[in-house]
């Protein structure tokens, strides 16, 4: 009979890494290399193309072009038309937030009978 067993880091007795643990440590490795191209001001993310387009967006949508002709113009998917248009109509009627009204908290009775 053969034994599989798995020691500290995850390998089998046959040298090989288990699933799981392998997924382990390949996140963990990209998050150290995330958090220190962080620190060196190499990672910033990705840049939203798509919402950086959004004035000409909702202006061809204005001029009666069509979502297909605005996305083939700007150069951005249809999906990103579609999902700038949506969100103005989001905002456009979402009801506006009522007004903050705070009131002085009552005094406390703070006597014992």
Aim: aromatic share 6%; charged share 25%.
């Amino acid at each position: 009979m053969f034994s599989n067993e798995i020691n500290a880091l995850g390998e089998s007795s046959g040298g090989v890494i288990v699933g799981g643990v392998f997924t382990q440590i390949m996140l963990e490795r990209q998050k150290e290399g995330i958090a220190k191209a962080h620190n060196e001001g190499k990672y910033r993310g990705r840049v939203p193309t798509a919402r950086a387009e959004a004035d000409l967006v909702f202006a061809l949508d204005r001029a009666g072009k069509t979502r297909e002709a605005a996305a083939e113009e700007l150069g951005i998917s249809i999906r990103s038309v579609f999902h700038i248009l949506w969100t103005r109509k989001d905002a456009e009627n979402a009801p506006a937030a009522p007004p903050v009204t705070r009131t002085l908290a009552r005094p406390r009775d703070l006597s014992l009978s």
